[in-house]
Each structure stands twice: as C-alpha cells, then as structure tokens.
T-cell receptor
Framework: DAKTTQPPSMDCAEGRAANLPCNHSTISGNEYVYWYRQIHSQGPQYIIHGLKNNETNEMASLIITEDRKSSTLILPHATLRDTAVYYCIVRRNYGQNFVFGPGTRLSVLP | NAGVMQNPRHLVRRRGQEARLRCSPMKGHSHVYWYRQLPEEGLKFMVYLQKENIIDESGMPKERFSAEFPKEGPSILRIQQVVRGDSAAYFC???????????????FGPGTRLTVL
C-alpha cells in the first residue's frame, strides 16, 4: 500500500475550518484514500473515504487533487471535540489491514 | 445497532501470566482485525481473521501470541507468558467484507488496555 505523508501537528481556532493535508504521491489507480481519527486513547473513528471524486458527509469533506497525489480533509466548523490525531491512509483491496502512520495531531483552540 | 465490543476494557497481568482479549464484531460483520498501540506510538496491524480462518498474521509476534475467530462467539487474542513489553492498547476492528474493492471501512472497538506488572 502507498505511503502517506502528513504534518505532525496543526492548530485551528474553534469555529473555523480545519484543513488537514495528506501527500500520497505514489498512490495507484485502484487505491482509495481513507481518513480516520483517534480522540485521546479511544478506538480510531472512521471519517470518510474516496477514490477520485470529492466526497462529503456529515462529518467532513474530502478533496482529492486531479492527479490523486494529495488530498485534504476539511472539517468545516471545528469544535473542541475535534481535537484528535487524524490519519490519512491509502489502501488497495478490501480485506486488507490499514497501515497507520503517525498522523496529524490537530488541536482546536478556544 | 451495537458497535464493535471489546472486553475487558482494562486488564492487569503479572509477568508470566496469560492474557485473553475478546472482540465481538458489529452485527453482520465477518471480518476481524487486531491492532496494537504501544504508548505514544501509532497503531500496528497484528492479524486479520474471518470466521474460523486466519487470513493474514504477518503482524503477529512469532511466539506467545495467537488469535482465533470461531464459528460461534467472539474473536480471541491470546497472549501467553506476558512480559512488560506487551503493555499496550489492543484494538479490534470489524468489517463486512461485502462492499468489494477497497470501499470496506473498518469499525474499531474501544480497545483493551493491557498492563503487565
């Protein structure tokens, strides 16, 4: 599975949009981009995933560049409860494990 | 619709004892994954099971660790003769495996925190 690169940490003001970048320059055509987050020491929580089109759900939006070499997770109105480590993962086939990197530690500040 | 359940949530063992961690997947899910998270580190894949079969155990330590997912009942991660280095959070995830392609998100349980004294 392709490796991803994320900034180790980011800050965001409460109520503002949080934009978390992810680089996956070696992604293959059949690999999906997944985002998870881990709040404190809880189990990882699924956020969103996509292949090539932008995606939106009740939690976030995922913007994937046309060449698919990078993506951005957008939390439109960050709250204090969004403080967590965010993981960007690419994966090819269902039934395979996720390879978690160090992620981005997002701190939402009051 | 209950999520992934793990028990116990906290487990304390002395060196040399056995630890048994249980995972009940979401209803309708037949794929189970175990991950380990050492303090201040990321999650590391251990093993992937389907009912009665181990599909991928490439992340499992060669000795003392075993996993099973019987036809009936929860998946069990078993650690024999625990050592202090086994202290970690162990997470289980489940998926349906029916979506096809890579659109098969895994749902994680709350984890079991193992402390070895």
């Amino acid at each position: 599975d392709a490796k991803t690169t994320q900034p180790p940490s980011m800050d965001c003001a409460e109520g503002r949009a949080a934009n978390l970048p992810c680089n996956h320059s070696t992604i293959s055509g059949n690999e999906y981009v997944y985002w998870y987050r881990q709040i404190h020491s809880q189990g990882p929580q699924y956020i969103i995933h996509g292949l090539k089109n932008n995606e939106t759900n009740e939690m976030a939006s995922l913007i994937i560049t046309e060449d698919r070499k990078s993506s951005t997770l957008i939390l439109p109105h960050a709250t204090l409860r969004d403080t967590a480590v965010y993981y960007c993962i690419v994966r090819r086939n269902y039934g395979q494990n996720f390879v978690f990197g160090p992620g981005t530690r997002l701190s939402v500040l009051p | 619709n209950a999520g992934v359940m793990q028990n116990p949530r906290h487990l304390v063992r002395r060196r040399g004892q056995e630890a048994r961690l249980r995972c009940s997947p979401m209803k309708g899910h037949s794929h189970v994954y175990w991950y380990r998270q050492l303090p201040e580190e990321g999650l590391k894949f251990m093993v992937y099971l389907q009912k009665e079969n181990i599909i991928d155990e490439s992340g499992m330590p060669k000795e003392r660790f075993s996993a099973e997912f019987p036809k009936e009942g929860p998946s069990i991660l078993r650690i024999q003769q625990v050592v202090r280095g086994d202290s970690a959070a162990y997470f289980c995830a489940s998926s349906s495996g029916t979506s096809g392609g890579a659109m098969d998100e895994q749902f994680f349980g709350p984890g079991t925190r193992l402390t070895v004294l």
